[in-house]
């Protein structure tokens, strides 16, 4: 690739768009940027308050809630304000340490938010405690339990100090410092209800205060007030899925994470566009047909939108990180939002590639919009509750701007997969860069077939296709992670049917689209050699999610049974078992579907389905049984 | 100049070209005509390299068509003129001009110039803006901008007005007395038979006849003799106060001769009408002869 005639090609990209933005787009870009601008700084610097004020508190300022009320933007201190005005310009009128709603909704909202504020303040304050330990002790209950077949053989024992799970198995808290993540949840927030075992107005409460002493991690009453959850702080450790936790929301997080994915989204309408618009009317061709190599031309047209993206992406990190530290920063920031910004354009160039006309380009990028900010956005708001966020290399972005310190193993952890994906989306879409291919009307599925096709020309090629498809394969399984381990132990079988599904899909379409396209004579014995070339190529590659292993996801029962990673408390030949085990597993099942293959679109369909109920039942059965028994 | 040998290319089942051997040589032009679907297209575009030939080989001014080199030194027009509408004829041939490395000066001087041989105005006008004869003369300009040795021009008249249409044909051969080799298809056989030297027919995919005018009139056209007497002779019409007989062999011609002696008239005109390529194309696509 010449960096000469690339750099001429972007600069013509850019020249030859820059007047065709009309004046309207222009002017919704920019109130975005605006909007972007005033917003994240804000966020950055104080947290997101959109309810400030709206509580009215008529408190003494010699009272001990007054510095709650004064601490939080929520309530406005009435200090002058009479019992005479509850309800009507104050909604809570505290005297003596008794707290009294006004006789209204809003009334009872502004209770329940100071009992919040109350939390919130005891934590803090127990946090300033030089003796964290006596601030946060830690109580742990041990109970042994049967091993259930799925979840329970993925489950620690309980003597792993890391998974120790309360008798109510509520929460699976497990700290370095004590420090509770449940915030104002059931357990260990229920030590805050002392505040209402103050005021003595709620006896229910009090009762919930057993369980702050019941020693799941919470913390204890303090003083008067009861102790707090640390909430979102930063500094908790856990473990736990969101249906065991009750954290307030993390809207930082989620703020700070939206103003990153926000530009990619407007920025790929209009790379998938210019792309798109080479393939209307042979607009490409004359391109295709100059001295430039189709990387060329790719890069050339990509980099743009590419530096473009970055440069947006740059100047929001350093501007966050200052307005935040006062300090210029937001390097790694940088770095982590850069797979990102790629694996954005390669989707869409891709989907772009695959579009026969605007209409199904709209669809594409809708549904890349929706695929892609599912995969970094969503994990990214729950930074600070799970190990599963680092999926998205916008968590690494979260807690690089909140300050938190990343290690190496989990940025790498974090980019690799979506670099990865974004180098093989781009070298898919590269292969069907050709006058053949791109300007075919074709349906999608038949370009994704000749996409995979493409590069297909001996056998041994499609163990390397299967080998390369395995980031999309790794960060679909992190996906479904993500998305079903909020539902606890049941996410287990869902998760293993979710990877046979998806391995199955990876290893098989490869073989199909080869003969599809020809590429091989149609029979048992050419579609067994391939099934084994295929699952020889799927293993070899599969070894990369052992990078998993790198950070705590394999830790969690749902990390364990999507990534497969074997235990490293075995002996030698269980280990070798496990290690070769998915190898005849792969090269059985991608059999299966290679025959299927071989005889047309009809058995290909039956036999894919064969295989991954073989691979279902491997997961359930063999697996399960192995890793249960060490 | 431009070499191939046995190509042919394949789309699943489907030959769009099967087995085309045939040579072009320096400074030749050469034309390439047959019904649509005849598999013109895909042969010239295999010669520009942008189509991947199933098998055969193809070699342009020495170079194999998928070699950057050969991009060089080649001017290619496809059929339709996709051009980049937001751009203006200046702006989109200087952009070519740097892809080909044609030094800034020279790019201003070779598109001031292309530009005012094609009576070309408007030259900061959007091409979007023009109309399709313009747009035309502009997708011309830009396969000349590197004046390369070899053009390929596929149906260069297609769709334009005959004004414009005859313009381009004038056009092309000024640069085929310029020395280029030019290889052209074309449905307008006049066109054709105006400016090439050899002319290879295709019809589903196959060459089913090639060569110069001349062969291919005498292998697969028919000359008709016109014998004008003073007297009525057998299968005569009369015309303008003579009797015209047409035949198709000096045999026949001599037979007319002793017959208008014998009715006591003489022969006192013979012309000659040789087959134009239309008809020689309708008789090759008839029979459906294929040329070794």
């Known amino acids: ?630 | 100049m431009i070499e191939v040998s046995d190509l042919r290319k394949e789309y699943g089942d489907f030959a769009a070209v099967e087995g085309s051997t045939f040579a072009v040589e320096d400074g030749e032009v050469f034309g390439i005509i047959g019904p649509n679907g005849a598999g013109k297209t895909t042969t010239l575009k295999m010669l520009a390299g942008l189509i991947e030939p199933t098998s055969g080989q193809v070699s342009v001014a020495g170079y194999d068509a998928d070699d950057t080199e050969m991009r060089r030194r080649l001017g290619f027009l496809p059929e339709e003129s996709p051009l980049y509408e937001e751009m203006t004829p200046i702006s989109y041939l200087t952009f070519f001009a740097d892809l080909y490395d044609v030094p800034s000066d020279v790019a201003e001087e070779r598109i001031d110039e292309t530009l005012s041989e094609l009576d070309l105005d408007h030259r900061e006008r959007q091409l979007g803006d023009m109309s399709k004869g313009m747009k035309r003369k502009v997708a011309i300009a830009r396969s000349l901008i590197n004046d390369p040795d070899v053009l390929i021009y596929d149906e260069p008249a297609s769709g334009l007005d005959p004004l414009t249409t005859n313009y381009i044909i004038q056009f092309t051969e000024r640069l085929a007395e310029e020395g280029k080799t030019i290889v052209f298809s074309a449905h307008n056989l006049f066109h054709v038979e105006s400016i090439c030297d050899r002319v290879a027919i295709m019809n589903e995919g196959s060459i089913v006849a090639k060569g110069d005018l001349e062969t291919l009139q005498a292998e697969h056209g028919e000359t008709e003799y016109h014998v004008y007497t003073t007297v009525e002779v057998p299968d005569s019409v009369k015309k303008n106060g003579r009797y015209r007989r047409v035949v198709n062999s000096m045999d026949e011609v001599e037979a007319t001769r002793e017959a208008a002696t014998e009715a006591g008239g003489e022969v006192v005109d013979i012309r000659t009408e040789e087959s134009s390529l239309e008809e020689v194309f309708l008789n090759v696509a008839e029979s459906g002869r294929v040329e070794a």
């Open chain 1, 1 to 630: 690739m010449r960096p000469r005639k690339l750099l001429r090609i972007a600069r013509w990209e850019v020249t030859k768009n820059a007047g065709g933005v009309d004046k309207r787009t222009l002017a919704v870009a920019g109130l975005a940027i605006a909007l972007i601008a005033v917003l994240a700084p804000a966020v950055a610097a104080q947290g997101a308050v959109l309810d400030e004020g709206i509580y009215r508190v008529a408190v003494d300022e010699d009272s001990r809630y007054y510095d709650v009320v004064e601490e939080n933007p929520t309530f406005v201190a009435r200090p002058d304000a009479t019992r005479e005005d509850l309800g009507e310009s104050v909604d809570l009128y505290i005297e003596d340490g008794y707290v009294s709603p006004a006789a209204s909704p809003k009334g009872r909202a502004a209770k329940e938010e100071l009992r919040s504020a109350v939390q919130a303040y005891n934590n803090e304050q127990l946090r300033q405690e030089a003796n964290q330990s006596a601030a946060f002790p830690v109580s742990v209950s041990l109970e042994y339990r049967e091993q259930s077949q799925a979840g329970g053989t993925l489950a620690t024992d309980g003597e792993d100090p890391q998974q120790v799970r309360d008798p109510d198995n509520r929460s699976d808290n497990r700290t370095g410092d004590g420090t509770p993540v449940d915030g104002n949840g059931s357990n260990a927030t229920d030590g805050t209800d002392g505040t209402d075992g103050t005021d003595g107005t709620d006896g229910t409460n009090g009762t919930d205060g057993t369980d702050g002493t019941d020693g799941t991690a919470g913390a204890p009453n303090s003083g008067g007030l009861g102790g707090a959850g640390s909430a979102i702080s930063g500094d908790g450790d856990s473990v736990d899925s969101p249906s065991q936790l009750s954290p307030p929301f993390p809207f930082e997080s989620l703020v700070l994470a939206f103003v990153f994915i926000i530009p990619m989204n407007f920025l790929i309408q209009a790379y998938g566009s210019t792309i798109l618009s080479e393939r209307l009317n042979r607009r490409g061709e004359l391109l295709l047909v100059s001295p430039v190599s189709r990387y060329e031309i790719i890069g050339g047209k990509t980099l743009p939108y590419f530096a473009g993206a970055m440069a947006i992406e740059a100047v929001i990190a350093v501007g966050l990180t200052y307005v935040g530290t006062g300090t210029i920063g937001g390097l790694v920031s940088i770095a982590a939002i850069l797979p990102l910004v790629a694996l954005f354009l390669a989707a869409t160039f891709v989907g772009a590639m695959f579009a026969r006309s605007f209409k199904e380009l709209t669809f594409v990028t809708v549904t890349i919009t929706v695929g892609l900010t599912s995969y970094a956005f969503v994990p990214a708001i729950f930074t600070d509750v799970t190990p599963i966020a680092l999926i998205s290399p916008l968590t690494v972005v979260v807690r690089d701007l909140q300050g938190q310190a990343v290690a190496a193993p989990e940025f790498l952890f974090s980019v690799t997969p979506p670099l990865l994906s974004a180098i093989v989306l781009f070298g898919l879409g590269a292969g069907l860069y050709r006058e053949e291919d791109m300007f075919a009307q074709r349906a999608i599925p038949l370009k994704v077939l000749d996409a995979l096709a493409g590069p297909v020309r001996k056998r041994w090629h499609v163990g390397a296709m299967v080998a390369v498809l395995l980031p999309f394969v790794f960060v679909l399984q992190l996906l479904a992670i993500a998305v079903l381990f909020a539902l606890g132990e049941v996410s287990i079988p869902l998760l293993l049917v979710v990877v046979a599904v998806v391995e199955e899909i990876a290893k098989s379409l490869p073989v199909y689209a080869a003969y599809a396209h020809k590429r091989f004579e149609r029979s048992t014995v050419s579609a067994l050699v391939l099934g084994a070339i295929a699952g020889a190529g799927f293993f070899v590659g599969e070894k990369i999610t052992q990078l998993a292993q790198l950070v705590g996801l394999p830790e969690l029962a749902q990390g364990q049974a999507a990534l497969q990673i074997a235990p490293t408390d075995v002996g030698a030949p269980i280990l070798i078992a496990l290690f070769f085990l998915p190898l005849l597993l792969h090269g059985v099942t991608a059999a299966i579907s290679a025959v299927g293959a071989s005889r047309g679109k009809r058995a290909y369909v039956v036999a894919l389905g064969v295989a991954m109920l073989v691979h279902l039942v491997y997961n359930l059965a063999v697996l399960s049984e192995v890793l249960g028994n060490v």
